[in-house]
């Protein structure tokens, strides 16, 4: 393609800084009257399957969007960005700063000592800190998630960022509590992804006493997480065989059910409840109980004729629900996504802070809301009220 020559010139600079590995990043501001709501454009230099490419951040009003190119490609794309929408753009590299300007057609050029002399990062994801690295810890590797290196396996790559993002959430949430020495019931513990990594997290990063109970229906599960704590060494964690329901709770400081399946996240709710625990973070699973009762919702049918907005409404239902009975119960709720839904479509966490008791008219005001939201979805009974002793 033909440029006008100072443009060629400079985008000549580019393709020599990029052969020679030199670049740094280029940056489009000054956006002029075609740009839109593009208000900036950076580009960087990196590695994508073994290839090198420029990848693209365009910065809009209210979004970015990100694209690769080829090195060949990104030049006609950044001709048209400078010859459209910006009226500057200067290329960093290691030994010096190349500006281009733009009055209606006619550019201008200047050279200017580097003002970024470090080596890019050509990695494509940059590293992210997390807080449980995956790194000499045997009992990963024995739940399936790292190699003998220590590396997170492909398969496992979603797990792991969810294990991570929980536990961002609970070490927050935890740090709260004032007592040192924490009794925990994880209910519905399964293979101990998550146990495992909090207990890690708890004892060996901030250094609390713990002592953790995994609460799991099935043997083996229970047998398997039994053995890889004993080699873990982690003296304060077992896992125990038997319903949640079960459970004896007394004590406990923090109750846990991840994606404990239906009513067995209420049985989880209705133990931290009666035995006061300072703290509880459930993750919903599937809202069974709820989706039968609401079948019968009057004047809702021309939406819940339909499976998914049935599916989508009984969550949402259940769960606020479960937050109001929460709140019921003397604790300030929390409901938010703990991970993006592209990871899990489980993704509500309900969490639960213990304030005390309520004043007459707040329990009034709470129990009213409950009431009208049965009425409103033709709920004749809700599993946890029904635990906690209410119709
Ligand atoms: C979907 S898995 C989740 C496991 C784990 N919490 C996690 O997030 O990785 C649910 C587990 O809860 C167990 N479970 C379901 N209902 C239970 C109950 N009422 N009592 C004990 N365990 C239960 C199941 O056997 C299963 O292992």
Redesign the pocket.
């Known amino acids: 393609m033909k440029y006008n020559a100072v443009l060629g010139e400079w985008l000549a600079t580019l393709g020599k800084a990029v052969v020679a590995g030199r670049l740094v990043k280029v940056v489009c501001s000054k956006p002029g009257p075609l740009a839109g709501d593009l208000k900036s454009v950076d580009v960087r230099p990196i590695i994508v399957k073994r290839a090198l490419k420029l990848s693209f951040t365009f910065h809009h009003k209210t979004r970015d969007v990100v694209k690769n190119y080829s090195p060949e490609e990104s030049e006609g794309v950044l001709a048209r960005l400078v010859s459209e929408s910006f009226m500057a753009a200067r290329i960093f590299t290691m030994d010096a700063d190349w500006l281009l300007l733009r009055r209606e057609k006619q550019f201008s050029a200047l050279k200017e000592a580097a003002t970024q002399t470090a080596a890019p990062n050509l990695t494509h994801d940059r590293p992210k800190q997390r807080l449980i690295e995956s790194g000499g810890k045997a009992y990963l590797q024995a739940l399936g998630l790292t190699d003998a290196s220590g590396q997170v396996l492909k398969s496992a790559q979603d797990k792991f960022r969810q294990i991570n993002k929980y536990i961002e959430i609970v070490d927050g949430l935890v740090k709260a509590l004032p007592q040192k020495s924490l009794k925990i019931a ?10 495992f990594a909090l207990y890690d997290h708890l004892v060996n990063t901030l250094g609390r006493t713990v002592e953790m109970v995994g ?4 043997p083996e ?1 229970v047998m398997l997480c039994n053995d890889i704590a004993t080699a873990a060494g982690f003296k304060g964690l077992r896992f125990v065989q ?4 079960d459970y004896d709770c007394a004590g406990v400081d923090v109750v846990i ?6 009513t ?1 996240t209420d ?1 989880a709710l209705a133990k931290a409840i009666k035995a006061g625990a300072g703290l509880v973070v459930v ?1 919903p ?1 599937c809202h069974k109980q709820v989706r039968r009762e609401m079948g019968k919702a009057e004047g809702l049918e021309f939406m819940l004729q339909y499976g998914t907005y049935m599916e989508r409404m009984a969550e949402m239902v259940t769960d606020g629900l479960r937050a109001k009975l929460l709140e019921l119960s003397g604790y300030e709720t929390n409901l938010f996504e703990f991970i993006s839904d592209a990871h899990t479509p489980k993704n509500v966490m309900i969490v639960g802070t213990r304030k005390g008791p309520l004043k007459e008219n707040e329990r009034a005001r709470i129990e009213g809301e409950i009431a009208g939201a049965k009425a409103r979805f033709g709920i004749a009974a809700l599993a946890l009220e029904k635990m906690l002793g209410g119709r």
């Open positions: 994880d209910m519905g513990s399964g293979k101990g992804y998550l146990t609460v799991e229906f099935r599960l038997g319903t949640i329901a059910a991840l994606h404990a399946c239906d067995a049985d993750a699973c």
